[in-house]
């Protein structure tokens, strides 16, 4: 099964776009039909486990650096072909977190498709951390994508500009 899901996974780079200092590889996934930008030097990939879609990992810059950035993007198949009602299903349950707070929320059009977007803190299951988490969510007749870009709530604002131009790179 992973020969075969690895086989036939195509991810290419296809462009480079900079932003804010930093370049942004986009990756394409022919199976899952998206395209997103991942930082160059940044580690991508689909996990053995397949527990997300796909991950994109910070790398370490340094031996003091401690990289704690990455995102996530996940595609799920669902009944609800509502957005708003999956919206409010996702809400609820990523609202069980230890320490969850919404900071700022609302909705963006990007390449022509409705995301909700969220931005909220919680802590760390393991090690206790901040963390904040900047997500996008929408849903394509039940087929619903969650992009969530996570750091430390301390390294947020230096990461947020970051973060967007990874959220207006994604197309799907």
Known sequence: MTMKYTIIIILTISTWTTCVGQE????????NHFEIGVPVGWRYGVPVDKSVTFMALRQK????????????????????????????QFLESVGKAEGFKIT??????IKNRKYKY????????VSKEDMSNYVLFTNND??????TMVTTSENFK?????????ALSLSY
Do not use: C, M
């Open 142 to 147: 039940g087929e619903i994508l969650i992009l």
């Open 24 to 31: 942004l590889a986009t990756i394409r996934d022919t199976v």
């Open 158 to 166: 230096k990461f947020k500009s970051l973060f967007d131009s990874i």
């Open 104 to 109: 700022d929320q609302g909705e963006k059009i």
């Open 61 to 88: 810059q340094n031996d003091q650096d401690v990289p704690r950035e990455n995102f996530n993007l996940n595609i799920l198949h669902r009944d609800e072909v509502d957005l708003n009602k999956s919206y409010g």
């Open 118 to 125: 969220l931005i909220e803190t919680h802590k760390n299951k």
